[in-house]
């Protein structure tokens, strides 16, 4: 019981700590509110690159194409042969009746054009449509598939295909750093500016020790002030999060210039983000108001 009334005492006495020192925990909350903004943003930016770069890979399909007058037994044999590849996660046939109404739905032009075709007119060919599971051997994987018999040629945009592939990696790995950088700047700015605010009170912290509080005594209220000043300092950004994100998807209806950008559904992802921005501002809050009285006032 004796450590819940200890604790409670340090909140409360933290709370009082930052309205009685109101202009400077203003200073520190406003600090933390506008980088928890700008880090939210990058990450929900971040984040929803990702997500298209995941969706792009996806999509890409190989098609396989069939030799013209192919023999029905030679046929049979190139379906086992695709499943056999351990890089192929899904195959879908699809014969040149279907690929010749896909083409009429397309188009009225095409439909008119079309609907009078026999069967020996059809210019079309069977294939199948083959994804894979790792994009990366993508190349192999078509070259492997090129050599079973019966298949004439296939094509899955080769050359485009590895542009996007490098170009997606860089992309990766510039945003993962743009992210990193944004956060040890925020921490460095959110831990001076609390370390300025602490420092202020070094006389308070010196009658403390004169009338013999311990180190640990000492430190508690400022670490949790600390904690409360991030979590005050992540109200803002985590509306702003949460309502902006919503404004913002439902704006554009999920996605982002065409079809093919999608962006990610708001739930739970708001909520993810949210609580990252709470956790952040608390624990470089905390962070800031120890290294304050731990560095700075040779507590």
């Not at 042969?81 to 899904?90: A, D, F, G, Y």
């Not at 195959?91 to 079309?114: V, W």
Request: glycine share 4%; proline share 2%; aromatic share 10%.
């Amino acid at each position: 019981m004796k450590i819940f009334r200890m604790f409670f005492r340090t909140v409360r006495d933290a709370f009082k700590s930052v309205f009685r020192n109101f202009s400077l925990s203003l200073a520190s909350i406003s600090c933390i509110t506008i980088t928890l903004i700008i880090v939210a943003i990058s990450l929900i930016a971040t984040l929803n690159l990702n997500n298209f770069t995941k969706v792009i890979k996806e999509d890409v399909t190989i098609i396989v194409w069939i030799k013209k007058d192919i023999e029905s037994s030679i046929q049979a044999t190139i379906e086992p042969m695709l499943k056999s590849n351990k890089n192929i996660e899904s195959i879908e046939y699809k014969s040149k009746t279907k690929a010749k109404e896909e083409m009429m739905m397309q188009d009225d032009y095409f439909k008119r054009l079309m609907e009078g075709w026999s069967e020996e007119d059809n210019p079309f060919r069977h294939s199948y449509l083959v994804k894979v599971k790792d994009i990366e051997q993508i190349h192999q994987t078509a070259k492997e598939i090129e050599k079973i018999n019966g298949v004439d040629y296939v094509d899955y945009g080769a050359g485009m295909v590895e542009t996007l592939i490098s170009s997606f990696k860089l992309v990766q790995k510039a945003s993962v750093l743009v992210v990193i950088a944004l956060a040890v700047v925020t921490t460095f700015l959110i831990v001076n500016t609390i370390k300025l605010t602490i420092y202020s009170r070094k006389r308070e912290i010196s009658i403390m020790r004169l009338v013999g509080a311990s180190n640990t005594t000492i430190k508690m209220p400022f670490v949790v002030e600390g904690m409360v000043l991030g979590i005050i300092g992540s109200i803002i950004p985590i509306i702003c999060t949460t309502y902006g994100y919503l404004v913002f998807y439902n704006h554009f209806k999920g996605q982002l210039l065409s079809p093919v950008i999608k962006l990610i559904t708001p739930e739970p992802f708001i909520y993810m983000i949210s609580l990252v921005v709470l956790v952040t501002g608390i624990i470089v809050g905390m962070l800031g108001s120890y290294r304050a009285v731990r560095k700075y006032l040779k507590v």
